[in-house]
């Protein structure tokens, strides 16, 4: 009897603990990319159990550049996904209703390098060079760089590495301050060899990585979208005060999908993301979103938009 009693007990505390996949929420994440410091924030949420705490079980799943974050969640492989809040404009256009729940890299980490001995040292000596740029909503910022300055480069594509560059095989390249920047730096360039130029000081600083959704999914689970956004921010926080944790929790992420990279370079870049990220004010700005709107649209890469309040949840909008 003693017995039949304990093994009721063990299995009521089994379905009504709150750490039991039974209570919890099963949700998928799905980065835009490789597993990096850039998405330090999820992966410690996950390991240090904040999502659990608001009653989801989280899966980080790994990204790439054979995983399009979007098409994920058209799917419903994943529910939440990182986007440039150009994407997000981009795939709503294509008829993907993207809403933002919360605004995580609030500042541009863009940039262009150049070599010094291919005499450029001001902006307008871009003026016919060749400058390997990304392609699609990628190049939104970089096109209205040119066009404000009155630079027209030569257009070379730019894929997955610098190597171009490196080759000299362009006089430019693009960059993210975080990313490309420090890998021609790990592959022996002096900073003296070369000109930098930062978006964000150029009147071009679009924000990057957003907390992103389906409309459906908000509409059908509210409360869900919020849990996870809130757990999210609150895995920034803890990265912010403890990044060798972080960092070691990125490396374990890493080694396990044989991402080419190291330790010093994941540094670098948990560093310098941080420095664009507002995780206590994680709003996207009305004038930023109205800005970055006119700028597609001038590109001629938006053909309709939605209202800012359509666009954000409430808890994503900035105060009028």
């Known amino acids: 009897m003693k017995k039949n009693f304990l093994s009721l007990l063990f299995l009521f505390s089994l379905l009504f603990s709150p750490e039991s996949a039974l209570a919890l ?41 054979d995983h399009d974050p979007v098409q994920y969640l058209k799917s419903g492989k994943a529910q939440f996904a990182p986007l440039f809040l150009t994407t997000a404009l981009d795939s709503r256009d294509k008829g993907v209703p993207l809403i933002n729940l919360a605004q995580v890299v609030k500042s541009s980490n863009l940039m262009l390098v150049a070599w010094k001995d291919r005499k450029i040292e001001k902006i307008g000596d871009l003026d016919k060079k060749r400058v390997s740029l990304w392609g699609d909503w990628l190049s939104t910022a970089y096109l209205g760089f040119f066009r404000k300055n009155a630079v027209k480069p030569v257009a070379v594509p730019q894929f997955f590495t610098v190597n171009l560059f490196l080759r000299k095989g362009v006089d430019a390249c693009a ?53 996870f956004a809130l757990a999210s921010l609150e895995g ?18 890493v080694k396990a999908a044989n991402v080419p ?60």
């Open 25 to 65: 929420k099963t949700v998928s994440f799905i980065p835009q990319w490789n597993p990096q410091a850039q998405f330090a924030g999820y992966y410690v949420a996950a390991e240090k159990g904040f999502y659990k705490k608001h009653g989801l079980d989280a899966k980080i799943l790994v990204g790439g550049p």
């Open 175 to 227: 960059a993210m301050h975080y990313n490309e920047f420090h890998q021609i730096l790990q592959a022996g360039v002096d900073p003296e060899e070369l000109t930098t130029f930062h978006l964000k000081n150029e009147q071009f600083d679009l924000p990057e990585d957003g907390i992103y959704c389906l409309e459906s999914t908000y509409r059908k689970s509210p409360a869900d979208c919020r849990a």
């Open 236 to 253: 920034w926080t803890y990265v912010r005060q403890h990044p060798a944790e972080a960092l070691d929790i990125v490396m374990e992420r």
């Open 261 to 320: 990279t190291n330790r010093a370079h994941m540094k670098w870049m948990l560093e310098t993301i941080l420095g664009t990220i507002d995780e206590k004010e994680p709003t996207l700005s009305r004038r930023t979103y109205a800005e970055t709107v006119k700028l597609m649209k001038r590109q001629g890469l938006l053909n309709r938009t939605v209202p800012y309040e359509t666009f954000c949840v409430e808890e994503a909008r900035d105060v009028p």
